[in-house]
């Protein structure tokens, strides 16, 4: 049975600092890109970043180019998202999910998702 876990989110305050990690069970993740994505109240599932599986080719959103790393370590079959600078405006539950084709902008790319983890920018 295949798993993801999305850890790291809390509270923070601006220009904070966090690291998302996803940690997989039940595939080998080296065979997947992994996709963050986020979902604020009110506002559509939006993409944030995405890693590839075989070149490691990182993806960004505009919106957080510059201030957010998404990485990865297969030997511990887990990815990341190391986020800086953070503004209240990403404020959002974030969700990784893995796609075995590579990066895609659509979630309906992705194949298995983790539960989210709720990430809150406020001073």
């Known amino acids: 049975q295949v798993q993801l876990v999305e850890s790291g989110g809390g509270l923070v305050q601006p220009v904070g600092s966090l690291r998302l990690s996803c940690a997989a069970s039940?595939?080998?993740?080296?065979?997947?890109?992994i996709g963050w994505f986020r979902k604020a109240p009110g506002a559509e599932l939006e993409w944030v970043s995405c890693i590839s599986g075989n070149t490691e080719t990182t993806f960004y959103a505009t919106s957080v180019k510059g201030r957010f790393t998404v990485s990865r370590d297969n030997a511990f079959n887990t990815g990341f998202l190391q986020m800086h600078n953070l503004k209240p405006e990403d404020t959002a539950i974030y969700y990784c999910?893995?796609?075995?084709?590579?990066?895609?902008?659509?979630?309906?790319?992705?194949?298995?998702w983790g539960q989210g983890t709720q990430v809150t920018v406020s001073s």
């Open positions: 039940g595939l080998n993740l080296t065979d997947y890109a």
């Open positions: 999910g893995t796609s075995q084709n590579g990066c895609y902008w659509t979630d309906s790319e992705y194949e298995y």
